[in-house]
């Protein structure tokens, strides 16, 4: 493999691996924080996908069509939040599992009624559509760049978020102790619906900006929970810094897995995940 | 008589099926110093969980000001100027000493600040020197301390402190009650909870003695007899 050809592939995993990132973000805050294990977080991603595949068709441009849905995803996850996931703070992951599996099936329904089950393409908006010429016959696309460009901003803004600002130390403080936080003034309730809202969102967007490189199909958010799971069990279950340390790790053995190891391609994520559990059994780094 | 600041008329609580307050009364006025008084398990921190709203009395009324917030949320009952050291301290151990303090700023209800970080600081020194330490990095005292700063910085009118010198070496709680006295000389009124009767006592103007849920004595401090310490407290 030539130096150019080795390029593109660390910059195709470092995407990869960053859109993973924002996904398993939310999934693991919302466990680090709520302690609910979502099985339906995939699905964010795909009505993401969804969104901006109808809102790009309806008003031209996905750039326009990102804003909305984003909108839209705040309002879906303080909706969802309030009429299913708060219910479910006090209970057992068991019945977690159960109604957040319930949850994918009535998804995957409603997107085949409302969309249909036809695999969609999404255009790269014109002033991303380029490419950047490496030699005579490679080149990278200025989309792929974007969407690294942009996860990164996302993940520094998270950690900004979290670590520097009052809503941040709220969270966490909610985190580590529900009641004392309630005894100085903080609603918590209404801090969970906005933790929900923010890791919902974090899926949906990840899905709006992919849409265009993965195309949008039926089942999407099916492939991407699993590997976002393992993510957040590479990285440490709760902590947003270990995810975004195990999505980059996973994006790139799965990107240079399938070039370097073809064969054994759908192994090495899994592989990798064996091995650092065996190494440290509780992932990566602790709770955020 | 002026209308106290909290008062809870007729408290019954109950964890699950076990009934643990039966009937209390319990008033504080504005700027008073209350000692709450009584053998572990008598339902001193169950009332005082009734009165922050953490557990919700199944009959009864608490009134703050006058207005009924018997119902209402724990964090709208700490927004009204009430602040809590609980027992066990409940720092934020994956916060730092200073998010600790700051997350908790709040301006008094009148608009007026008193209490701000430089001030605790003052007042905490030690803090100061641990600014960035994570909160659970700390000695027993000084998460002691980094509670009490916390609850100031809310600016509270009422402070209720539930055992704030349990598990602390001697020279320690006596800091921590030289700290007690000096919020007492601001006007703040306060609710403790504390074993050592006899600094206890020095402090506050009145005492509530609690027996298997009930009250049996709420009065002067000075009327507190030998006989009820006795009978009730056993020293």
New interface residues.
Partial sequence: MDFYSFLIQLLNGLQYGLLLFLVASGLTLVFGIMGIINLAHGSFYMVGAYLAFSLAALTGNLLTAVLLGVTLSVLLGMLLEWLFYRHLYARDHLYQVLMTYGLILVFEELRSILWGDDVHGVAVPVFLSGSIPLTDNLSYPVYRLAISGICLLLAGGLYWLIRKT?LG??I??G???R???????????WLYTVVFALGLTLAAFAGMIAAPVSSVYPNMGGEVIIISFVVVVIGGIGSVWGALLAAILIGMSDTFGKVLLPEYAGMTTYLLMALVLLWRPEGLFR?? | MAEPLLQATGLHTYYGASHILHGVDFRIGSGEAIGLMGRNGMGKTTLIRSL???VQPRRGAVRWRGADITQA???RI??LGV??V?EGR?I????TVK??L???A?AGLDGRCEWTLERILQTFPRLAERLSHGGGQLSGGEQQMLTIG??LM?NPELLILDEATEGLAPLIARDIWQIIRSIRGCGIATVIVDKNYGALLELVDRCVVMVKGRVVFDDDAARLSDEIVQKYLGV
């Fill in positions: 009052r130390m709220m966490r403080a985190a580590a102790n009641e004392m936080a309630q005894a100085l003034g903080i609603n918590i309730e709770r955020t | 922050l709203g953490h949320a724990a964090h700490a927004r602040a809590y609980p409940g934020f151990p994956n916060l998010e600790n700051i997350m908790a709040r916390r609850a809310t």
